[in-house]
């Protein structure tokens, strides 16, 4: 309630009962809107506590010390306009008490909101400190994120540039080779150079796996390449690039005419399938194998073909031609490779095997021999024996008997030369020979 309000209304309460007991309402009139006072002021503290500055509480006390003493001059006029001037010092001596509790009450709450003040202040402090060295990381953060934005940046928008450079070295090279790929001829040149490289890649060399416009015996045929199969087959393949009419597919506006370049880049397909199965490259005579290779030097049109006709695929195949892309066709060259490789192991295990039997015959015919060796050496070794034994004692008995009467008759050895002592020394060394001459 209103303090002007309540002034009123206890004025209009205490008219009737302006006589002896005047000086106790007035006294509960003081005291009840002392507390009323207090309690719209505890009110306001309490709205405004959260405010976390020392300036809004320090505002906050003067507006309510005004607005109070704003209240009080009021009721103090209101009173003294109503009960005169007998109670106006009873009323002014409520009115020094009600100060006086109205002024402890409030120094309490102060004291009280002053301390909450106060730790809520030490908390934002510390809240402020965080905030601050959050910042300071952000911040720093922000700055290397920009810093690195620029470098990624100027590193994208040179990229970008390479890539636009590219790009038109692309185009203009695409432009080029469209102009190029416009002549039948050049056509033609650029799709050996594909199968060349091909072939290349496969390990292939020419004149030794294969042949480069090698025209046909007997024929006036000539097919761009020939491979060289073992036991002297070979394989036939030309090089076939349609491609005017799949250009003006590509470039068409309209269904109607995609259709009719369409239907027209499959009638010249089927027609290079038919020159190549009507040529010789396929003449058991002239020692070909059963089939001929129909290169496309470009994949996306050989899946062209396989997307708008499947069974072109299957007719050329009756024809016995096979359609042979880039990539197909080192599938193709490995396999030949592999069947090459084959050829020449069984070739060589076979000249192995022959080798083998040689060896065998000249194993044995060692071994003979080598027999023969040891019978002779055995002979040998039985007539050294019987010289070393039987014959040895033989010629050593009379000799002995001679040494014996030389002995007996007391006889002096005969003195020797020098060149002959030392022949005696050394027969006295031989093994098997005693000081006496016996064994």
Request: hydrophobic share 40%.
């Amino acid at each position: 309630m209103d303090p002007t309000t309540f002034a009123a209304a206890l004025r209009d309460l205490t008219t009737p009962l302006a006589g002896s007991g005047r000086g106790i309402l007035l006294l509960l009139a003081a005291l009840l809107l002392g507390f009323l006072l207090g309690l719209a002021a505890a009110k306001l503290l309490r709205r405004f506590r959260e405010r976390t500055t020392r300036e809004l509480a320090l505002e906050l006390l003067r507006e309510t010390e005004a607005k109070r003493q704003a209240d009080v001059d009021s009721v103090i006029q209101r009173v003294r306009e109503s009960f005169g001037s007998l109670s106006l010092e009873a009323l002014a001596k409520s009115t020094e008490q009600f100060l006086k509790l109205a002024g402890e009450r409030f120094e309490s709450d102060r004291q009280l909101t002053s301390g909450e003040l106060g730790a809520k202040k030490e908390l934002i402090d510390q809240q402020l400190v965080l905030m601050t060295a959050t910042l300071d990381n952000v911040s720093k953060l922000v700055k290397d994120l920009e810093k690195d934005r620029s470098q990624k940046f100027g590193e994208l928008a040179g990229q970008l540039q390479s890539a636009g450079e590219q790009t038109a070295r692309l185009l203009e090279t695409t432009s080029l080779l469209r102009e190029a790929l416009a002549s039948t001829k050049v056509r033609g040149q650029w799709g050996e150079r594909m199968a060349e490289d091909v072939l290349r890649v496969a390990g292939f060399v020419e004149s030794v796996n294969y042949l480069k416009q090698k025209t046909l015996e007997g024929s006036g045929s000539r097919p761009d390449f020939t491979f060289l199969l073992p036991r002297d087959l070979r394989l036939n393949m030309d090089v076939k690039f349609p491609l005017d009419n799949y250009l003006k597919f590509l470039g068409a506006s309209t269904d109607t005419d995609r259709d009719r370049f369409r239907g027209d880049f499959l009638r010249d397909v089927k027609q290079r399938v038919k020159e190549v199965a009507t040529r010789d490259y396929i003449d058991p005579a002239l020692s070909t194998v059963d089939y001929a290779l129909l290169f496309i030097p470009n994949e996306q049109i050989y899946a062209f073909i396989h997307e708008q006709d499947s069974t072109l695929l299957e007719e050329a195949l009756r024809n016995k031609v096979v359609f042979c892309s880039p990539i197909t066709l080192f599938a193709v060259l490995a396999v030949i490779r592999q069947a090459i490789d084959n050829f020449a192991l069984d070739q060589t295990s076979n000249e192995m095997l022959a080798l083998f039997g040689a060896f065998q015959a000249q194993w044995e015919a060692f071994l003979k021999k080598l027999e023969q060796v040891g019978k002779r050496i055995g002979d040998a070794q039985k007539e050294y024996e019987s010289l070393t034994t039987t014959r040895r004692r033989a010629l050593e008995r009379p000799l002995g008997k001679i040494e014996e009467l030389r002995t007996q008759r007391r006889l002096v050895p005969a003195v020797l030369e020098e060149s002959e002592a030392e022949g005696d020394a050394a027969a006295e060394e031989e093994p098997g020979t005693l000081r006496d001459g016996r064994e």
